[in-house]
């Protein structure tokens, strides 16, 4: 859970509480890590999947409608300044 909350540049406690949630509705199963009982690992059921599938269409069509009338350099440009923001943020 912690890479997910550092990925996610969320505290740990929040990440915690939602995959909890999102155990109870099914979308993953956590398990204790074979090497360290410490840590603990989460896996994403298929139903899971099936979600993160249909939550990757939805954002691929809106990634598609908000960069529509963009050049490929005010795209890059774009990138460019949202990975500094990104990189002052950590």
Not at 11 to 32: C, F, N, P, Q
């Amino acid at each position: 859970m912690s890479d997910i909350s550092i990925h996610s540049v969320a505290k740990l406690s929040t990440i915690t509480k939602i995959v909890y949630k999102m155990r109870e509705d099914g979308l993953v199963d956590i398990s204790a890590s074979l090497k360290d009982g410490r840590v603990s690992e989460v896996e994403l059921t298929p139903q899971g999947s099936k979600k993160l599938q249909e939550a990757k269409e939805a954002t691929h069509r809106l990634v598609e409608r908000a960069y529509a009338k963009l050049e490929i350099s005010e795209i890059t440009q774009l990138n460019r300044c949202l990975s500094k923001i990104f990189n002052n943020l950590n």
